[in-house]
């Protein structure tokens, strides 16, 4: 099962910021927090991730509360393209295991012109 | 474009049939998972091969078998196909047993399977 809570849905206008929160109040100390996105039926695309620390890459940044209980993904200039469902992921550190991925429902953002 | 293919990218075929899905895998990438989506169970993961050998089983029915193959391409083997099987398939890739925190998955696009 899953172990994220997301919102079901969020709008946001296009050029401004998208805050997407997840909860992952069960999360443990090994585990890392991922984020895909799926655009319509298309496979799903790795965003970003982070243990503890906030990250920031050339798609999204990841802020994550300092008890690890939540985090925020922040789409800076939300364009038409970023309308897809992301999802939040938590996943231990696979040393030597495997290293599945468990998909909530994730997120519906759609971005608005 | 995710460096991973799958092929046939649709697939219509009848109940109590067999059909296999293909995957090649990002150049250098080990790892090899299998998803399946379908509209009620939303993204679930199948199976992982690593380097020819399964290394991880979830939700996957005694009906679907898969192997990966000495040059990483991996089959996934559909069998005696119900209704319910109709789903997204997906293959994704990874660089190696994830030894790290950095080995995300790469996904494909897909095969789209129909069973009437």
């Known amino acids: 099962d899953a172990k994220t809570t997301q919102p079901p849905s969020m709008d946001c206008a296009e050029g401004r910021a998208a805050n997407l929160p997840c909860n992952h109040s069960?999360?443990?100390?090994?585990?890392?927090v991922y984020w895909y996105r799926q655009i319509h039926s298309q496979g799903p695309q790795y965003i970003i991730h982070?243990?503890?620390n906030n990250e920031t890459n050339e798609m999204a940044s990841l802020i994550i509360t300092e008890d690890r209980k939540s985090s925020t993904l922040i789409l800076p200039h939300a364009t038409l393209r970023d309308t897809a469902v992301y999802y939040c992921?938590?996943?231990?550190?696979?040393?030597?295991?495997?290293?599945?991925?468990?998909f909530g429902k994730g997120t519906k953002l759609t971005v608005n012109p | 474009d995710s460096g991973v293919t799958q092929t046939p990218k649709h697939l219509i075929t009848a109940t109590g049939q067999r059909v296999t899905l293909r995957c090649s895998p990002r150049?250098?990438?080990?790892?090899v998972y299998w998803y399946q989506q379908s509209l009620d169970q939303g993204l679930q993961f199948l199976i992982q091969?690593?380097?020819?050998?399964?290394?991880a089983k979830g939700n996957i029915l005694e009906r679907f078998s898969a192997q990966q193959f000495p040059d990483l391409h991996s089959e996934l083997n559909l069998s005696s196909l119900e209704l319910g099987d109709s789903a997204l398939y997906f293959c994704?890739?990874?660089?190696?047993?994830?030894?790290?925190?950095?080995?995300?998955?790469?996904f494909g696009p897909g095969t789209r399977l129909t069973v009437l």
């Open positions: 994704a890739s990874s660089v190696n047993l994830g030894r790290g925190p950095n080995n995300e998955q790469f």
């Open positions: 069960t999360i443990s100390g090994n585990e890392y």
């Open positions: 982070g243990l503890k």
């Open positions: 992921i938590v996943s231990p550190i696979p040393w030597g295991g495997s290293e599945k991925l468990v």
């Open positions: 150049s250098g990438d080990l790892s």
């Open positions: 091969y690593y380097n020819g050998e399964e290394r």
